[in-house]
């Protein structure tokens, strides 16, 4: 069976072309500090790589940029590989090439998260759904609630208009909507017109705290 070799990092070499394939050298860091026991340390290996020009096709970089970018390779250690191409110290069959995307600094400090970008739109798509779903159980339904209606589709009265409810009213409605999600009682109206006929301090607060729809009853 013949041994594999991964490579990673920057090209350290301009591209060579020989047609129907290329050659690149990379070079990897040895390890700063060897096991225990051993008294040697690891020195950098220079590779030279040599890939198919239908593989460096499909990777889609121009060369001028090829050696700004970062990528891993896998393959075969190879030692018939011309002397005068071969300007590493090991040779490498390119069996496979990927680009690694660059990371920016801020990147760099976070812990690495695992998953595709589909995976993290679903995981997303997940979590609204889920914040959905707790908004929903969050929101009770008052007693004598007769339907759910649109706080614009209540027509308020000048008279009620004119009024301002007491702060102490307003602070339990408020409290009623941070912990039930709505009014803490429904409000009451004209089955046809809409017409607020009661319950003025809970349309105050609901307004002022922007509700879509309201518990009514008629």
Not at 19 to 29: A, R
Not at 65 to 93: A, K
Request: charged share 30%.
């Amino acid at each position: 069976m013949a041994h594999k070799i991964t490579v990673t990092g920057h090209p350290t070499s301009s591209i060579q072309d020989y047609g129907k394939y290329l050659t690149f050298d990379m070079e990897e860091k040895g390890s700063p500090n060897a096991p225990k026991g051993i008294p040697f340390k690891s020195n950098a290996i220079t590779y030279t790589v040599v890939l198919s020009l239908k593989q460096f096709n499909k990777l889609n970089i121009d060369r001028e940029g090829f050696s700004q970018r970062r990528f891993v390779v896998q393959g075969e250690p190879c030692l018939d590989i011309p002397f005068e191409q071969c300007t590493g110290e090991i040779g490498v069959i390119c069996m496979q090439i990927q680009e690694i995307e660059a990371k920016t600094k801020e990147e760099k400090g976070r812990p690495q998260k695992k998953g595709s970008r589909a995976q993290k739109a679903e995981n997303n798509e997940s979590k609204e759904v889920k914040k959905n779903e707790e908004t929903e159980k969050q929101v009770l339904v008052p007693k004598g609630t007769r339907e759910w209606m649109p706080l614009e589709d209540i027509k308020v009265p000048e008279a009620f208009l004119k009024f301002t409810p007491g702060m102490a009213k307003q602070k339990t409605v408020e409290e009623s909507i941070e912990k039930n999600g709505t009014v803490d009682k429904p409000i009451i109206i004209h089955p046809e017109t809409h017409e607020l006929l009661d319950s003025y301090s809970r349309y105050y607060v609901a307004k002022k705290k922007k509700l879509d729809r309201v518990p009514v009853h008629y």
